[in-house]
């Protein structure tokens, strides 16, 4: 590494403006958010002749954090090894496989760990409409049976699993569809907001798992209501019919519980 940076002292500025210009003459097609904190970092780490691998793991995880490739994000350090190495003032072309691994390595380390914290929220939570997703509920159900069989009692006992099912006709595109669901997730969170489970089974379908309490029928009630009114709202969503919402009954164990999922209307 030593052999690479020498002799940077004072080129910060000039540093960056070299590798911007080879970035974006290889191709980098997000020319407006090259120029990330992290870039600068980078370039003092290289004009101070200091270690690159913290530097280089941060520029990773911004450009992971403002969408970039992985492929896009090993052109733009290739183009940073490019405009050091190049000689003169003219333009430096990159060459990916001339990036050492050592320059290599905390950059994809770093936009990995981005990547994967990216995927776990993405596996939890449906992004349209902010619920979690089933693949969430089928955990909290296997949660819930062992908190029962620790009780000596059964899940149904405690816990109801409430489904609420949208009619939309399979010919009106998928609009209605989309912003129904997305105006009945936000009263399912306002109505159920004290610790409930609600996830989001298929497209026209959530379900709420939730403890046994006096109140349970009028918030399902609420839910219709609002849920209704909110879709009554948007003439955009009149093809939608009527809000169905049930009571499931949790059968004995939680394998049976989680295969009943896949089965609800």
């Known amino acids: 590494m030593s052999n690479w940076i020498q002799g940077c002292t004072g080129i910060d500025r000039s540093l960056r403006m070299r590798w911007r210009t080879a970035s974006l003459a290889a191709g980098w097609p997000f020319p407006s958010d090259w120029g990330v904190r992290a870039v ?3 370039c003092r780490a290289v004009a101070n002749e200091a270690d690159l691998a913290e530097p280089l793991g941060r520029l990773g995880a911004a450009r992971a954090e403002a969408g970039v490739g992985l492929a896009e994000a090993l052109l733009d350090v290739a183009a940073l090894h490019a405009a050091h190495t190049g000689t003169g003032d003219g333009l430096v072309s990159p060459d990916q496989d001339s990036v050492p ?3 290599l390595r905390p950059l ?8 994967a914290e990216y995927a776990v929220g993405r596996e939890v939570q449906d992004p349209l409409t902010g619920l979690t997703t089933a693949s969430y509920l089928r955990t909290r159900l296997h949660e819930v049976y062992r908190g029962a069989l620790a009780a000596g009692r059964t899940a149904d006992e405690d816990h109801a699993l409430i489904t609420v099912s949208l009619d ?3 010919d009106t595109g998928g609009y209605p569809m989309m912003m129904a669901m997305v105006l009945a997730a936000d009263v399912l969170r306002e109505v159920f ?5 609600v996830s989001l089974l298929r497209p026209d379908t959530a379900a709420v798992l939730a403890t046994r309490r006096s109140c349970l029928e009028e918030r399902c009630e609420r839910v219709r209501a609002q849920v209704r009114s909110s879709i009554a709202g948007d003439p955009a969503l009149r093809p939608v019919g009527p809000v169905r919402i049930r009571q499931e009954p949790l059968p004995g164990d939680p394998a049976a519980a989680c295969a009943m999922l896949g089965a609800l209307d």
């Open 168 to 170: 939309i006709p399979p």
């Open 40 to 42: 600068d970092v980078v």
């Open 193 to 197: 907001d004290a610790g409930e489970t």
């Open 108 to 115: 994809v380390l770093g936009w990995a760990e981005v990547q």
């Open 101 to 103: 691994a050592w320059m």
